[in-house]
């Protein structure tokens, strides 16, 4: 099945600063990559997501970028803010009926 | 609409007791999932229902757990026997079939003393 890995667990930037989360996958069927933000005390919040037939797809601060060959996919904040903090989740699968979930970061932007 | 509707928010109960987590999906999605999350584990998907029926329950860890769907609008997960190493936040999320943004309940944080 599938195996999904997420570093680093932790990320500490200041305000303005960029943030960048790996994470790598194991099943080359999967072809389904969203990222969730979890705030303290509330539920995973889909940010951003891509399918395998694109490479990047951006939206506004949010970037994700997917490697299908090296198997691994992440997440870039540009101009973080304090509101980015949260921890971020990314996840992998065939649809959300089959997605396998990293182990998340932990982002703090400090003002 | 509210977005999906979870209950109670904290649960608090004795080793041995029965514990019932209740979630409301968003109206009109037919696809409902319950997960657990942990600090070790973090979020595992634990059973799916489409239209209101049981699809996968592989991620169900012990016949003490149990999840119903009666109806589109409610669902249930039962832990009876409750124990310790239950004690987790448990999410239930809701989509359209084939859809992929699945909107999150806030979950209830469930402690087994």
């Known amino acids: 099945g599938e195996n999904v890995e997420q570093h680093p667990s932790t990320l500490s930037v200041q305000e303005g600063d960029s943030a960048v989360i790996k994470c790598t996958y194991s099943?080359?069927?999967?072809?389904?990559f969203p990222w969730y933000k979890q705030e303290l005390g509330k539920g995973p919040q889909l940010i951003i997501d891509i399918r395998s037939n694109v490479g990047e797809k951006k939206d506004q601060r949010i970037a994700v970028t997917l490697n299908k060959t090296a198997k691994h996919f992440s997440l870039h904040i540009t101009e973080t803010q304090p509101e980015d903090s949260a921890v971020y989740f990314c996840?992998?699968?065939?649809?959300?009926?089959?997605?396998?979930f990293g182990t998340g970061t932990r982002l703090l932007v400090s003002p | 609409d509210a977005g999906v509707i979870q209950s109670p928010r904290h649960e608090v109960t004795e080793m041995g007791q029965e514990v019932t987590l209740r979630c409301k999906p968003i109206?009109?999605?037919?696809?409902l999932f319950w997960y657990r999350q942990t600090m070790m584990r973090g979020l595992e998907l634990l059973i799916y229902?489409?239209?209101?029926?049981?699809?996968?329950d592989s991620g169900m860890p012990e016949d003490r757990f149990s999840a119903k769907m009666p109806n589109a609008s409610f669902s249930t997960l039962k832990i009876q026997p409750s124990e310790p190493r239950d004690s987790a936040v448990y999410f239930c999320a809701s989509t359209d079939w084939g859809g992929t943004e699945a909107f999150f309940g806030q979950g209830t944080r469930l402690t087994v003393v």
């Open positions: 996840a992998a699968g065939g649809g959300f009926q089959k997605l396998v």
């Open positions: 099943d080359s069927a999967s072809n389904y």
């Open positions: 109206s009109g999605h037919n696809s």
């Open positions: 229902f489409n239209n209101n029926v049981p699809i996968d």
